[in-house]
């Protein structure tokens, strides 16, 4: 059983509020979305749990044990990061070797057949990568370390169409045949929507929300019409956002919906979560 | 067999459509067997939960069931049954849509009898 407890954390940078009392739980064989916009401190958490980092307040347990300096802990979690820390010299093999020595369950063979899917050679040094093979071979070490947490920072940063593809099928084939905690802090959250099961979103240094995607497509709503009737019908509701075009206005609800009420002229759409996202996080 | 995600529908339950229309076409036989949730969850991108979710409700209308280690098959007398329920469903989904698009144009009960008999006649 692999359980990660994330306790009230909040980290300041000097007089900067990065995250402010976040508290979560990630539950054993998940795949979880972490979105947010750009600044909103996705990274910084993702830092916090590998203790890159150090929290001001709070604390992150991994099976109850707190991660700072805590190599048992933190060898249960890879970290899949934007920033390449590896040797530039080095080449793709000497890579998962080297890797090979810090996770021991790294698995070689799997990581040399995922490198002749995506075409990544063996004998190629890390610096001479492009943007995207980049992506590919951080990814690629990730899916093969066989730990019971891989955090993924943007992994499909400079893919191309058939590329993302291919990834997102590994992920889940990876994932289906051993199962594992995985977060996925992304933008594109239309490609990501339908593979993640819980989402968390994080505004400004703040936890907004922490649910399973169904949950929140089934409680979003858009409801359009004329101004004053869609004015009407959504006073005193959870409003997270209206677009107006003319005298018609699109308002995004969050909440039950009785389908009995809705008044005549008013229609309902149901809204993705990119919609939703982007009006849950707007301002 | 497709999903469509722009569909105000929850995936699960396209999937579960998706596959029952696969089972009428006969592309999957009775007592053959149906993809697995891997193979469904990878080969459209979706959660594997949502997958076995989808599959669930076929488990639980007795149109497919799991054979130990070797995964789903198609019930005997499946397809019967989904016909069966899809006549059911018909009205419901689109007997009742269709009389309320017409009330909204004001279009008579016997203009709609009229537009039946000429969409038989196709």
Known sequence: MSQMEIK???????????????SLKLEE?????????????????????????????????????????????????????????????????????????????????????????????????????????????????ALSCNVPFVLLDEPVLGLDANHRDLFYKELLKNYSEKPKTIIISTHLIEEAADIIEDVIIIKSGKLILNESVESVLSQGYAITGSISAVDGFTAGKNILGADTIGGIKCAYVLGHLDKAGIPDGLEVTKPDLQKLFIHMTNR | MKLDFNNDKPIYLQLSEELEDAIIAGAYQEETQIPSTTEISVNYKINPATALKGINILVDNGIVYKKRGLGMFVANGAKEKILEQRKVDFFESYIKSLVTEAKKLSISKEDILKMLERGFEI
């Open chain 1, 8 to 22: 009230n954390i909040t980290k300041k940078f000097a007089d900067v509020t990065a995250l402010e009392n976040i």
């Open chain 1, 29 to 141: 064989n998940k795949i979880y979305g972490l979105l947010g916009r750009n600044g909103a401190g996705k990274t910084t958490l993702l830092n916090l749990i590998t203790n890159r980092i150090f929290p001001t307040e709070g604390e992150i347990l991994v099976n109850g044990e707190n991660v700072i300096e805590n190599d048992n802990a933190l060898s249960k979690i890879y970290f899949m990061a934007e920033n390449n820390y590896y040797p530039e010299n080095m080449t793709v093999k000497k890579a998962f070797n080297w890797t090979k020595e810090f996770y021991t369950d790294f698995d070689s063979e799997y990581a040399a057949e995922l490198c002749e899917k995506f075409s990544l050679k063996l004998n190629q040094k890390i610096k001479t990568l492009s943007t995207g093979y980049t992506s590919i071979f951080k990814m690629i070490l």
